[in-house]
């Protein structure tokens, strides 16, 4: 969850809509700590919208989650040393901010199982099949780090006030007891914290759609391109720039998918906690496309 430190970031951050402002210098200006605090934000939310915008959101490399051990002679014991791990990587929340794991990061699933209340794990249950789901996310948090001491501000206040003199960036794994969702959207969603782009075209001019029919009947490669821009020109009619995520849903806005679990189990308050009873699947992530990686593809294609 969001810590007080980490929600104003959070809550900038999902305001891409707001008009971005810079600290305009002159000689002789008196400027205090909200100047430089705008102009902090100021570059680094023109990167962040800069990579919502252009780039996407999804995992670049990495961040592959695994358990340890991954096999047992048999699926009756309950290991209490397994672990969840999550390798080091790199990627892109759906807020658009840069999430960089250094190194791997792990938990031990049984102690996180009997430390749920019951009501969440049930969250996640399938009863008619027998299973528990998990969905493993990530995404970017700010990281007071540095206190060193500051002068108080009111009287009697304490006389060792210590505040963070810098903020790391950091980032939140969460393990998140929930179903799948029942059949997967196959629509382009090309930013994470607003809605999919409609499949079907939308209402043109006569002039554009003979520009579109045109285009289709000369170059079908073009044409499709044309036909998806046509529906990105539409796409932000409703709601504008602004994100679909609500006040109290801003971590679930920002939160990349990285994996599911699926943990078989009769009783789910009381699950076995065997790798012969755990399955993960790394491949429902987001991914993102970069150039060189489109580049590649074009190479193979064209020597096969």
């Known amino acids: 969850m969001s810590s007080a430190e980490d929600l104003p970031t959070l809550e900038q951050d999902d305001q891409l809509a707001e008009p971005l402002r810079r600290v305009a210098y002159e000689a002789g ?62 990627g892109i929340d759906g807020l658009g901010r840069e999430v960089m794991m250094h190194e791997s990061h792990c938990i031990r699933l049984a102690q996180w199982l009997a430390a749920q209340p019951n009501e969440r794990l049930l969250e996640g249950y399938d009863s008619d099949a027998g299973e528990l789901w998990l969905k493993v996310t990530v995404r970017h948090k700010d990281c007071p780090i540095a206190r060193q001491p500051v002068l108080t501000r009111r009287i009697n206040a304490g006389s060792d006030a210590v505040q963070p003199s810098r903020t790391a960036d950091s980032v939140e794994l969460e393990l998140i007891p929930e179903l799948p969702p029942g059949s997967p959207d196959g629509r382009f969603k090309p930013w994470g914290s607003h809605n999919p782009i409609q499949d079907e075209l939308p209402t043109l001019s006569d002039d554009e759609q003979q520009t579109l029919t045109d285009l ?3 170059n079908a490669i073009a044409g499709r391109q044309l036909a998806l821009h046509a529906q ?27 994996a599911r679990i699926r943990i078989e189990t009769s009783d789910p308050l009381n699950t076995v906690v065997n790798p ?27 020597n096969g």
């Open 29 to 90: 200006m008196m400027l205090g700590l909200e100047a430089t605090r705008d102009e902090q934000a100021y570059h680094r939310r023109r990167l962040t919208r800069h990579q919502y915008w252009l780039n996407g959101y999804g995992t670049l490399a990495g961040m592959r989650v695994t358990m340890t051990p991954g096999t047992h002679d048999n699926t009756a014991d309950s290991l209490t040393g397994l672990q969840l791990r999550v390798s080091s990587g790199t």
């Open 216 to 218: 289709q009947a000369s």
């Open 232 to 258: 990105l020109l539409h796409s932000l009619e409703d709601s504008g720039l602004s994100t679909r995520n609500l006040a109290h849903e801003l971590e679930n806005g920002a939160r990349l998918l990285l």
């Open 276 to 302: 012969g009873l755990i399955h993960i699947n790394n491949l429902v992530r987001p991914f993102l496309a970069t150039a060189s990686q489109l580049a590649w593809l074009g190479n193979q294609n064209s």
